[in-house]
């Protein structure tokens, strides 16, 4: 049987190393390749166990086995028929009585596949500690690495990787090992990628790293994939996603107390146990039965939202919405009630905070924005107060308090977490906010030809927000310098 494979992904799959990274472009396989690198162990550890991890269970469900099902299917693997009793595999449940079991036996089936030979694989996800608590596996592969805290993977998945020194298997490079595959990371927390490649410069005989661009896989995707890339994606993305191309951190930042491990939590999918398996069900950190903060940014060509709840000592900004093409705040407005329909009507109360502009009477119009706005909310059932009064405050009285408040210093004041499976974009926007001379945030990327969700404009939604929020006690925080 013939399996057709990349350059890059027959590089990878060839290499014996035993700590292997592939950092890769939209599209390249990598994924795929994950696929194919359990088949090997499949392949070479019968009676062995191994490990799929990621940052969420529902990554795992919906990305990664789909294309592990699709690259088993290439190599002669088909999922178990209990009908026709035909197949090599079965998925979440126990296996049937003529497959060989594991060396060590799992004590429950949910979120593990079994395979003919006794080879298992447990799909273990960083958000559910259940499924990753006290294993011991002999192979291990982690999806989207640059999403996982590198204290996660170095501290809880690396360890788990042990025994079975004297089996009959531990004598292939596939017993024992680590294999991490990834996109380029946008955030400075999965920079610790790259560690592998200055580990295999070191050590080539343990170590292996390799990245991709997406033009490697053009025998499958095709030219005509590339152009409607082009079209869709910004330069900068573009750059990235399928160049896969690195990113910098500017050095002079606005938020220089800003730290992902701290104030950002990719931990905020719910999940419901039922007989069929796992299933994700929302995320966490919302609640419909509170109110909600909301703070905008209005620019010509690009409005932006952001939505945040209290939550006993933490302040969570649990979402990001935006529109370009001069589409209207209205539809921004639209976009958010149409998703959240199902808030408790008791608690259909929002708080308005945002750009002070807004209060300003629009061409061609009668209503500010923030009147604009409370129309908007007031059509699907939502009460709103607006808290966007006075003038903006100094630059650098801005910048004091915002970073003091990252940093902790306002020890009376929640801490800020941002949800980071659906705030990217907020992110990106506050790690790249540069810093003048006069305390001031550098907004020249607004009016530079880039896609302008990497512009200043989330997070000056994120300025509003918390200042006007929480800026009341400005005063009372000592200005500590955090440079």
Same mark, same amino acid.
């Given at each position: ?11 990878? /799959? ?32 019968? $009676? ?8 969420? #269970? ?16 290439? +190599? ?50 960083? %958000? ?22 590198? %204290? ?22 596939? *017993? ?21 490649? =200055?580990?295999?410069? =070191?050590?080539?005989?343990? #170590? ?6 997406? @033009? ?11 152009? !409607?890339?082009?079209?869709? /994606? ?7 996603? &399928? %160049? ?61 939202? @952001? ?10 900004? @649990? ?9 209207? &705040? ?12 199902? *808030? *408790? ?24 924005? #923030?009147? !604009? ?24 009285? $801005? *910048? ?8 902790? $210093?306002?020890?009376? /004041? ?15 926007? @506050? ?9 001031? $945030? ?5 009016? !530079? ?11 000056? +939604?994120?300025?509003? /927000? ?18």
């Amino acid at each position: 049987m013939k399996v057709y494979l990349n350059r890059k992904q027959r590089r990878f /799959l060839e290499a014996r190393q035993r700590r292997k990274t592939f950092v890769a472009g939209r599209a390249t396989g990598k994924t795929k390749a994950l696929g194919f690198t359990k088949f090997q162990c499949f392949n070479y550890m019968p $009676k062995g166990v191994g490990l799929i991890a990621g940052l969420t #269970y529902g990554q795992i469900l919906n990305n990664v086995i789909p294309e592990c099902i699709d690259a088993w299917n290439s +190599c002669g693997l088909k999922e178990y028929d209990p009908e026709t009793g035909i197949g090599h595999y079965v998925i979440g449940r126990k296996p049937p009585r003529h497959f060989e079991l594991p060396y060590r036996q799992p004590r429950k089936y949910t979120n593990v596949i079994s395979f003919i030979n006794g080879y298992a694989t447990v799909l273990g996800s960083l %958000d559910i500690a259940d499924t990753l608590r006290g294993g011991s596996y002999d192979d291990l592969q982690v999806d989207e690495s640059a999403l996982v805290k590198q %204290d996660d993977f170095n501290k809880i998945l690396v360890p788990m990787i042990r025994g079975n020194l004297y089996r009959n298997f531990a004598k292939y490079p596939v *017993h024992h090992s680590i294999c991490d595959f990834t996109s380029m990371p946008w955030l400075q927390s999965g920079f610790w990628v790259f560690e592998t490649e =200055e580990l295999a410069k =070191e050590n080539p005989d343990e #170590y292996f790293y390799l990245e991709a661009k997406s @033009i490697d896989n053009i025998e499958v995707l095709g030219a005509k994939w590339f152009e !409607q890339q082009k079209k869709i /994606l910004s330069p900068l993305e573009y750059a990235v996603e &399928i %160049d896969n191309k690195r990113l910098k951190k500017l050095p002079n930042t606005f938020y220089p107390s800003f730290n992902e491990n701290i104030h950002t939590d990719f931990n905020t999918y719910g999940y419901n146990y039922t007989d069929a398996g796992i299933l994700v069900q929302g995320h966490r950190d919302y609640s419909p039965n509170k109110p909600i903060d909301v703070s905008f940014d209005f620019n010509a060509n690009f409005n932006s939202m @952001i939505i945040a709840q209290e939550n006993g000592s933490e302040y969570r900004i @649990i979402d990001e919405l935006y529109l370009s093409d001069y589409q209207t &705040i209205d539809k921004l407005v639209e976009d958010f009630c149409l998703k959240y329909p199902n *808030h *408790h009507s008791k608690y259909k109360l929002i708080n308005i905070y945002g750009d002070r502009n807004g209060n300003n009477r629009q061409a061609n119009s009668e209503l500010t924005f #923030y009147e !604009q706005i409370i129309q908007g909310f007031a059509k699907y059932g939502w009460a709103c107060t607006n808290h966007v009064t006075g003038l903006d405050p100094d630059h650098k009285t $801005k *910048h004091f308090f915002i970073n003091n408040l990252l940093a902790g $210093k306002a020890t009376h /004041l929640p801490k800020i977490i941002i949800n980071a499976n659906t705030c990217k974009y907020l992110i990106i926007s @506050i790690e790249n906010s540069p810093i003048t001379g006069e305390f001031k $945030k550098d907004k020249s990327s607004e009016k !530079q030809n880039i896609d302008q969700r990497y512009a200043t404009h989330l997070s000056d +939604c994120f300025d509003n /927000l918390v200042f006007r929020k929480f800026g009341g006690e400005v005063y009372q925080v000592q200005e500590i310098s955090i440079f």
